[in-house]
């Protein structure tokens, strides 16, 4: 799988630790920086990870910023974009699993390199179940999407 990871100067010194765990996971990165400490906006990192999910160039994406928050939010105005901001394992399996969520948001300044590396790993081994259950409800997600 190709997964984008971006972040901003807050979530620089964590990057490096995500992409590793992610190309130990077997997957292929797309680095979309920040590549250092100087202060940048969240936006505008988020939304290449974002662009790159929509555009086909990435399956998933990984963004981090101090908090998680900013990220996720700006990620989430995107139509199909499907963020969550997860600072356990469990949210990272089950928002893929039950809600079919791409993106990964992590706050660099909540948890440390090793908990986050676990919810790469827990995050990029999960897939959609197809269940019904959570076909309809996914489909109601997208029908709010579209409605707004």
């Known amino acids: 799988m190709r997964v984008a990871v971006s972040c901003d100067h807050a979530g620089y010194l964590l990057k490096d630790e995500i992409i590793a765990a992610v190309r130990a996971a077997g997957h292929e990165v797309i680095d979309l920086g920040t590549n250092s400490t ?72 909540i948890i440390g390199a090793e908990l986050a590396k676990e919810i790469v790993r827990s995050f990029l081994s999960a897939s959609f179940s197809g269940e019904e259950r959570h076909v309809r409800r996914f489909g109601k997600v997208q029908i709010i999407e579209n409605e707004n």
């Open 38 to 109: 100087d202060a940048v906006d969240y936006p505008d990192f988020t939304s290449k990870a974002c662009r790159a999910v929509l555009d086909g160039i990435a399956e998933r994406a990984i963004v981090i910023c101090g908090s998680g928050v900013g990220a996720s939010i700006a990620a989430n105005k995107f139509k199909g974009i499907y963020a969550g901001l997860c600072h356990d394992t469990y949210s990272a399996h089950q928002g893929v699993e039950h809600d079919n969520m791409n993106v990964l948001c992590l706050g660099s300044r």
